[in-house]
C-alpha cells in the first residue's frame, strides 16, 4: 500500500494506493529504466523494500533539504506506517548520500 498525502495549492491530497508484488516489481522496474543510460539495459526489478528506499531519497534528492518532523510526515504517507516511515528516515540518517545537522529544535536533512 502506498499512501500519498499533501496538497494541491489549497486542495488537500490523501491518497492511498494498494499495489501487490507485480505492480511493485513493475514500478521499480520503471524506476531503473528511467536512471539507466538509453543503451544499458536496466537491472532487475526492485521489491517493495527496496522501491521505497528509492522513492524516499528521490523525494529529498528532489527537496534539497527537510527538516525531520517534515521528511518523517512525507516518509509515513508513502509507506502508510509510522514504523516503517521511522525505518526510512534512519536509513536516510546512515546515508553517505544525507548529510543531518542540528537545526535547533530538529534535525535537518540535506541531499548532498
Known amino acids: 500500500m502506498l499512501r500519498i498525502r499533501g496538497s494541491i495549492g489549497d486542495w488537500p491530497v490523501d491518497l492511498t494506493l494498494e499495489m501487490d508484488?507485480?505492480?511493485w516489481a513493475r514500478l521499480g522496474a520503471q524506476l531503473q529504466v528511467e536512471?539507466?543510460?538509453a543503451n544499458v539495459p536496466a537491472a532487475k526489478p526492485l521489491n517493495q523494500d527496496d522501491a521505497l528506499w528509492q522513492i524516499a531519497r528521490d523525494l529529498l534528492r528532489k527537496a534539497?533539504?527537510?527538516s525531520g518532523p517534515d521528511l518523517l510526515d512525507q516518509?509515513?504517507?508513502?509507506t502508510?506506517?509510522?514504523a516503517a516511515g521511522k525505518r526510512l528516515l534512519v536509513r536516510l540518517r546512515h546515508s553517505?548520500?544525507?548529510?543531518v545537522v542540528s537545526g535547533g529544535d530538529t534535525p535537518i536533512y540535506s541531499w548532498l
Open 35 to 37: 536512471k539507466s543510460p
Open 96 to 99: 553517505p548520500e544525507v548529510k
Open 64 to 66: 534539497g533539504q527537510l
Open 21 to 23: 508484488d507485480a505492480d
Open 80 to 82: 502508510g506506517s509510522a
Open 75 to 78: 516518509l509515513e504517507g508513502l
